[in-house]
Each structure stands twice: as C-alpha cells, then as structure tokens.
C-alpha cells in the first residue's frame, strides 16, 4: 500500500534562517507531488506542484523553494525564513493520469513551523 | 485562484442530516467536484467525489444537478466526530492542480 511520510513534524526557527522539510512517498511510481501550507485558522494554499522530476511548477512568488531529486521525494525550502512562513506544511501525492483513484489527494502528517 | 464558494461555518445537533453546498459557477467540462474533511493539524482526508447526478458512498453523497454549477455533500446522521472543516475542489484530476478554498467549519453539537 502507498504511504507518505514528511519531517520535521515540528520546528522553531528563528527569523533568517534557512528551512528544508523533507517527504518521501512509498508504494507508488511517477506521483503527482504537492507542497500546501495552511496558516492559523485558514485554508490550503497551493505552493508548489511537480509531475515529475526536477519539474516544479510555481504558485506564489515567495522566498520558498521546492526541488524534486527523486520520483518520490519532494523538498520545500528555504534560505532565509520571514514571520510570515509560519504555518503548518503539508505534502500530499495524488495519481497521474489512468490510474487508479485518480483526482484524490493523499497527505502526508504536516510539518507546524513557527517562525519568531 | 480559488473557484468554490462555501459557508464559512455551520452548525448542527448529533443524528441530525447535514448538507453543505459549494458554488462553483466556472466549473469547466473536464472538471470533477471533491470533497475533503479536515481535522485539526491533520491533512485533509478524502469524501467523495463525482461528475454528475448523485454519487454515494458508505460515509457520504454527493449531489451535483445538470448544470453543475453547485454541489452539496450530504452527511447522514452526523455524530460529535464529524466535526471538522469541509473542503469542496474542482479540478481535471489527472492535469490535477488543485486549490482548496476556504472550507466550511462544521460544529455538530450534543
């Protein structure tokens, strides 16, 4: 069965320093791979969305980055991190085209960043 | 870049039928309609989705009419359990982007 994990579950980082979070997804080949983040008490916001390796469509210009080394691990980053980062990550994968349950979204546990 | 439009909360009593509506006025041919449950710091969990007319499953329907414009998820007899935040997608899925809106809180009461 597929499973994706992502890490770290939770950090404290202070304002400026530099963020990687980390998701890996098993029991699956050539996934759709997403980065949201959620801030307190609001909605999912797309940030980055890859279909494949080193391909990594952007959706809001900001100071993060997102790599794709592998077929199944995706990578947010970032070199400076502002207040406004703070929020709680999440990963998620869904299945290319002809698959099966294609259009759902599985997500990883979150990463909660707290910038301060 | 959000396409749907929900209530933003929503309360309701234990054994109650809880319906939520989601506009989505520029739904394109390709698109499918989604349904998420969320609870606090998880990742959204998976509802139900469906093209047209009404789909059911063993936690859910959906009911979607012809022109497609709307859609509304409905709950039977809702327990303390459901509550949670409800998101409802539009999207081609297997082009799939997809962007969530702002959801609608759910508050079932005892």
């Known amino acids: 069965s597929q499973t994706i994990h992502q890490w770290p579950a939770t950090l404290v980082q202070p304002v400026g320093s530099p963020l990687s979070l980390e998701c890996t997804v098993e029991g699956t080949s050539n996934p759709n791979l997403y980065w949201y983040r959620q801030a307190a008490g609001r909605g999912l916001q797309l940030l980055f969305y890859s279909v494949g390796i080193g391909q990594i469509s952007s959706e809001v210009p900001q100071n993060l980055s997102a790599s794709r080394p592998q077929d199944r691990q995706f990578i947010l980053s970032s070199k400076k991190l502002l207040l406004s980062d703070s929020g709680f990550y999440l990963c998620?994968?869904?299945?290319?085209?002809?698959?099966?349950?294609?259009?759902?979204?599985?997500f990883g546990e979150g990463s909660r960043l707290t910038v301060l | 870049l959000a396409k749907t439009t929900q209530p933003i909360s929503m309360d309701s009593y234990e054994g109650q039928e809880v319906n939520i509506t989601c506009s989505h006025n520029n739904i394109a041919t390709n698109d499918y309609i989604t349904w998420y449950q969320q609870f606090p710091s998880q990742g959204p969990r998976f509802i139900i989705q469906?093209?047209?007319t009404k789909v059911t499953n063993e936690v859910a329907s959906l009911f979607i009419p012809a022109d497609r414009k709307s859609s509304t998820l409905s709950l039977p007899r809702v327990s303390l359990s459901d509550t949670a935040v409800y998101y409802c997608?539009?999207?081609?899925?297997?082009?799939?982007?997809?962007?969530f809106g702002s959801g609608t809180k759910l508050n079932v009461k005892p």
């Open positions: 998620a994968w869904s299945v290319q085209r002809g698959g099966p349950n294609t259009g759902e979204l599985f």
């Open positions: 469906g093209y047209k």
């Open positions: 997608l539009v999207g081609d899925p297997p082009f799939g982007k997809f962007y």
